[in-house]
């Protein structure tokens, strides 16, 4: 039964507006506990330490001044650095290389059973995936090896390859030693998953592995148009999950059913793509992911740590953990890894993660430090963390809007440009609704079936790959209501990333290709092209005839009004793009808002006019057939929104957004700044983050201060309708009540410093 977009909006009601099915009802903590005995370390430890053990630190770890650390930070979990690269034990296995530092003691052990004293969960960290020279002289099938036999090499260590005996004995044996000696609650692994994807091994075990699961030669060379190669992606990927399993599998027989391995995993999908770690099925095969995404880019922000939270989570459940790792001395670039970060961008990093569902994590690397301003920062954090954590877990988002992300699509559409060609939309439309504050969730492609009414819209940010059933999927989405925003190049390739005739869900664009040739993927090219030269997008109907300026005989009459997806634009008639576009066909009743207008010179200025005022190349087309709510914007907006961040392309995306969700959004946050706000629920209380991002430095790493802003005027609606609530500021300390009108609570915090947690009771 088709259900119309009106009716499924009514649907909704008030209670449905949390994300759907992935938003699953709020469970204990551990839902799976035994009554009376404690749930498992994965599921209760909220709070992380982590003393990054360097060599020389055997002979001067001051073990009594970090337990009164562990105490005034409020941890609850270390993890401590146990073998791998460097063993921080004596081991039994000579080929285990012992800390330069270590001689004969057991420092892992000291700091496990000190942990322990103190009642806290202790993870063993193992870095795997290099080893020193002398195991390379007696075990070189070891190593992963090049074309041409040669060992790879990461400075003076050797790297490992993971289909060899190393992987598949050696470690093994290894952490059978150290759960003997120790027994750690569990067990990660820094770098576990070996060579990247640029890197082929072809030592005798992966040409033997490759050959009698595929019966083909390993790939010679990275070409994405031979089936080889993409067999080797595949098979890459299937070895990391094989790995995953098998090392669980010893960690669990010697250890215990709790006794888990958690490899890290990072917070950008073109990394973990890179990684060749399918971070669903990761995500499906383990209880909790430790997260080693430690910093913000200038290009990311911090929202990138909620969003990266929202993702994880969306895949995880809302009921599991994502602890952080979340450094204390300065990272990024320049590394400077004895120096204190800027205690505001170590706190703004912290808060965003918090808003994401993300649990923190103090990082050192080193056990002792002249910079003493880095044992300040995380204790206020750490103890405020304490005194919220029942609101800062098990909780599912109150969002209308998905976006829609596919590590497919990275791979075999991305290829070589994953993070150009797919990461950057996604980027874009993350930031554009940060900065709009309308709430959103990542949503993997392949969850699309299994989303509620909640969510309204889904966005498809140039998701070029897409498998047929992925198409029908979104298809069937639409099909009973839901609106659709579509960029790019999206469903125009195949889940190989072959080139389509034309765009699988052209239907419902309303436009399609009007070319034969074979579509270029290459947004760089498309860049390079462009980069000495300027390109626009012509609103339509053109309104400058009425709009005050010089005026010219050639000028089209201002007639017509333009669609609600162009609001804030009436006193322009073009828009700065950036891109190129090719032709597309449009079908009748699809409606062209805006048209390319193609390269021209900027230089000289005298130079700088149109060439060719006007095509008729659609940059953005929707499609409302059928009382449905579709837009394809085949200009890459929210790409050049990532790379430009012009507030115009950030209002357009975010107008989309608003017009396509009709009624729905569940938020309206006004004030001034820069707020990542994010809106969760708890049973029946509601949870708003409201964290601040506006600051002297917000441009530019490192964040030095940040400004307070107010007063912010929220308005929620409220799923169960109650005539009032009370509201209750976490930090400001205020509690007030609030009076629903039209179903919308509305409050004002007079002021938000660096964060506010208000919990709507
Ligand atoms: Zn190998």
Redesign the pocket.
């Known amino acids: 039964m088709t259900t119309t977009r009106r009716e499924f909006v009514a649907q909704l009601g008030a209670a449905a507006l949390v994300g759907g099915s992935l938003a699953r009802p709020t469970p204990a903590l551990d839902p799976h506990a035994v009554p009376g005995s404690p749930a498992p370390w994965y599921r209760r430890t909220l709070r992380w330490g982590q003393t990054n053990i360097t060599e020389i630190d055997p002979e001067r770890y001051d073990i009594a001044w970090w337990r009164q650390y562990w105490t005034r930070t409020a941890i609850q979990g270390v993890i401590v650095n146990a073998g791998g690269i460097v063993a921080y034990y004596p081991s039994r296995y000579p080929l285990q290389y012992r800390a330069a530092r270590l001689g004969d003691r057991d420092l892992f052990g000291d700091l496990a059973r000190a942990a322990r004293e103190q009642g806290l969960t202790v993870v063993a960290r193992m870095d795997s995936n290099r080893v020193h020279e002398p195991v390379f002289r007696e075990h070189p099938d070891w190593i992963?090896v090049d074309a041409d036999g040669a060992p790879y090499r990461s400075g003076d260590l050797y790297v490992t390859?993971i289909?060899?005996p190393y992987y598949r004995s050696f470690l093994p044996d290894v952490m059978r030693e150290i759960i003997e000696r120790a027994r750690p609650d569990g067990f990660t692994d820094n770098s576990w998953s070996g060579l990247d994807r640029n890197s082929v091994?072809y030592?005798e075990?992966?040409q033997r592995g490759f050959r009698d699961t595929t019966g083909r030669e390993l790939p010679r060379r990275r070409d994405w148009e031979d089936v080889g190669f993409r067999r080797w992606i595949e098979w890459s990927y299937a070895r990391r999950l094989q790995l995953w399993d098998e090392n669980n599998a010893v960690t669990r027989a010697a250890g215990g059913a709790d006794c888990i391995w958690v490899g890290m995993n990072g917070g950008g999908i073109a990394g973990q793509a890179r990684s060749f770690r399918d971070y669903r099925a990761i995500c499906a095969r383990t209880p909790i992911v430790l997260l080693d995404h430690q910093t913000r880019s200038n290009a990311e922000g911090f929202q990138h740590n909620a969003f990266t939270g929202k993702l994880i989570h969306g895949m995880l459940g809302w009921d599991k953990l994502i602890p952080e790792s979340m450094p204390m001395y300065q990272i990024g670039t320049p590394m400077f890894r004895l120096a204190t970060k800027p205690p505001a961008e170590a706190r703004a990093w912290m808060l965003a993660g918090f808003a994401g569902g993300i649990q923190p994590w103090w990082h050192h690397v080193s056990a002792y430090h002249e910079d003493r301003r880095m044992y300040r920062t995380a204790e206020p954090m750490m103890r405020w963390h304490r005194e919220n954590e029942r609101y800062l877990v098990d909780r599912t988002p109150v969002a209308s809007v998905g976006l829609v992300w596919s590590q497919r699509s990275v791979d075999f559409y991305g290829r070589d440009a994953g993070e150009e060609l797919t990461e950057l939309p996604l980027r874009g439309w993350m930031h554009a609704l940060v900065r709009a504050r309308i709430p959103h969730v990542p949503i993997h492609v392949d969850q699309i079936g299994e989303i509620g009414a909640g969510i309204s819209v889904l966005v498809l940010p140039n998701l070029g790959a897409l498998a047929d059933a992925q198409v029908a999927a979104i298809r069937r989405f639409v099909e009973r209501g839901g609106a659709l925003i579509a960029t790019g190049q999206t469903s125009l390739f195949d889940e190989w990333g072959d080139a389509r005739s034309d765009f699988a869900l052209a239907d419902l664009f309303g436009a399609s290709r009007a070319e034969s040739t074979t579509p270029a993927r290459t947004a760089s090219e498309r860049l390079r092209s462009t980069a000495a030269a300027q390109t626009y997008l012509r609103l339509t109907p053109e309104l400058r005839a009425g709009v005050d300026g010089p005026h010219v005989v050639s000028e089209p009459r201002a007639t017509g009004t333009r669609h609600p997806v162009l609001a804030g634009f009436a006193q322009t008639d073009i828009l700065a793009y950036g891109g190129s576009l090719e032709p597309l066909r449009v079908a009748a009743g699809a409606s062209v808002l805006a048209t390319f207008i193609p390269a021209f010179p900027a230089f000289p200025p005298e130079t700088a006019w149109m060439r060719e005022p006007r095509t008729e190349i659609p940059g953005l087309v929707v499609n409302e057939q059928g009382g449905r709510r579709v837009a394809f914007m085949p200009a890459d907006l929210d790409r050049r929104y990532a790379i430009d961040n012009l507030p115009d392309h950030g209002d357009l995306l975010a107008n989309l957004v608003r017009w396509a969700a009709g009624d729905s959004i569940p938020l309206r946050v006004e004030g001034p700044g820069l707020l990542d706000v994010e809106l969760y629920r708890q049973s029946d209380r509601l949870v708003l983050h409201v964290v601040n991002l506006t600051g002297a430095g917000s441009w530019r790493a490192p964040m030095e201060e940040i400004i307070p802003v107010g007063p912010v005027d929220v308005r929620l609606r409220d799923p169960a309708r109650k005539p009032s609530r009370m509201v209750r500021w976490r930090v400001g300390g205020r509690t007030e009540r609030a009076v629903a009108h039209d179903g919308w609570l509305r409050f004002t915090l007079p002021v938000v410093r660096e964060h506010e947690l208000a919990l709507i009771e």
Do not use: V
């Open positions: 992963a390859c289909n060899g091994c030592c075990n992966c």
